[in-house]
């Protein structure tokens, strides 16, 4: 199957400080990628929509200039979060769309001290 | 908004036994999918329904659809020690952005 591969896995940082989580597919290209959010015990909550070549869609309350999207590759979508506070921390996790499927990165948990 | 909210919160069973969690959502789909996430894990896809199916069966897994009320079930037989994680369901409006439920956490005791 396709495979989906999400670095880091965890990053702690401090606040005020921009995280880089980056989403790539492996084994095929992907034009979309959707970037969601968990809270402990909680749902994902989509944030984005990441087409390459052109500018993220986002989401009703996510701030474009906090989260930035960049998709520059068919297989590449990163996301940056920019000065980040301890509220930021969450589970972060991707998706990539290929063949009508949806298919997952192992998501990244970000602890802002 | 949330759309769909699965039923219930947490489960715990006994090994052998069938699990079933229901999810209900709000809007008109393209389809349901259920997903199960280990702890601190990404999701793994489980099955998807379309909005013109009723049932569905994948292995020990049979998912349900009723449309008119808006709601879908999953039911896991044969429970294993292996099965336990959170199970989403996750409605697809359209353009494949899925909007996932609150989770049904699953506990299946050796």
């Known amino acids: 199957g396709a495979v989906v591969s999400q670095h880091p896995s965890w990053v702690i940082c401090k606040s005020g400080t921009s995280v880089k989580i980056e989403c790539r597919s492996l084994d095929f290209q992907a034009t979309t990628m959707f970037w969601y959010r968990q809270f402990p015990k909680q749902s994902l909550m989509l944030m984005a929509t990441?087409?390459?070549?052109?500018?993220?869609?986002?989401e009703q309350g996510v701030e474009k200039d906090k989260f930035l999207i960049n998709h520059a590759s068919l297989t590449l979508s990163t996301l940056t979060v920019t000065s980040a506070h301890p509220e930021d921390s969450s589970f972060y996790i991707c998706?990539?769309?290929?063949?009508?499927?949806?298919?997952f990165g192992s998501g990244t948990q970000l602890s802002v001290l | 908004s949330q759309q769909g909210e699965e039923d219930p919160q947490a489960l715990s069973i006994q090994e052998g036994e069938n699990a079933t969690m229901n999810c209900s959502y709000k809007?008109?789909?393209?389809?349901l999918q259920w997903y199960r996430q280990n702890s601190g894990r990404g999701l793994v896809h489980l099955i998807l329904i379309r909005s013109n199916e009723r049932e569905k069966h994948s292995g020990r897994l049979r998912v349900t659809l009723d449309t008119s009320k808006k709601s879908s079930s999953l039911l896991i037989t044969a429970s294993r020690a292996a099965d336990t994680a959170s199970y989403f369901c996750?409605?697809?409006?359209?353009?494949?952005?899925?909007?996932f439920g609150k989770g049904t956490l699953l506990t299946v005791n050796p």
């Open positions: 990441s087409n390459e070549g052109s500018k993220a869609t986002y």
């Open positions: 996750a409605t697809d409006e359209s353009n494949y952005k899925l909007t």
């Open positions: 809007t008109s789909i393209n389809n």
């Open positions: 998706s990539a769309l290929t063949g009508g499927k949806l298919f």
